[in-house]
């Protein structure tokens, strides 16, 4: 055979097998895609893609299954890619807020303020990867109802500033009552 006539025979075979390796990809997306539309998703375990993963953690809350959803909903966190991990911040931290809501009516104050704190955070996250997502904005708001927080926020505690005045004493026209 001469040189050109195995290149020509490379060069196929090379084809041939990049698009059996494709093939197979796409074939196994499609059952992956299958599984996940049809509610077996939670049955697929080994190595799954975070897509994957994620549908699993929804499939787990929706089922009541709190602990397993938000172990599946860090790990996407974790490593998955940016938009589906704050995608999952947001649902852990809606699972986190309906479980306060759930124990807060039971004379559960104190295990639902650590859920509700959690909530806020990864609301709060959310909102600095995408301060635009409204519905994150929305729940952080209502967290806050829930469980609201000092005005002085990170600041609470220390000590005021030597000067430092308070905003009623220096408004102009105003009186505190005084004759």
Known sequence: MNRKMRLALFV?????IAAAVEGYQLERIHV???AIGGGSAITLSGDLPYEVLFAKAYYLD????????????????????ARLSTAAKYNSANLNLREALAKSGANAEGEALPLIELAK???REVLRSDSGDW???????RALRLAPENEE?????LPQPLG???AITTMKAFTLGLP
Do not use: C
């Open 12 to 16: 196929a075979l090379a084809s041939i």
């Open 32 to 34: 992956l895609n299958r």
């Open 62 to 81: 929706s089922a009541g299954k709190r602990q397993e959803a938000l172990s599946l909903y860090q790990q996407v966190i974790n490593e998955g890619d």
């Open 121 to 123: 955070q990864s609301y």
């Open 135 to 141: 519905n994150a904005r929305y729940n952080l708001e």
């Open 153 to 157: 926020g990170e600041a609470a505690g």
């Open 164 to 166: 430092a005045e308070r």
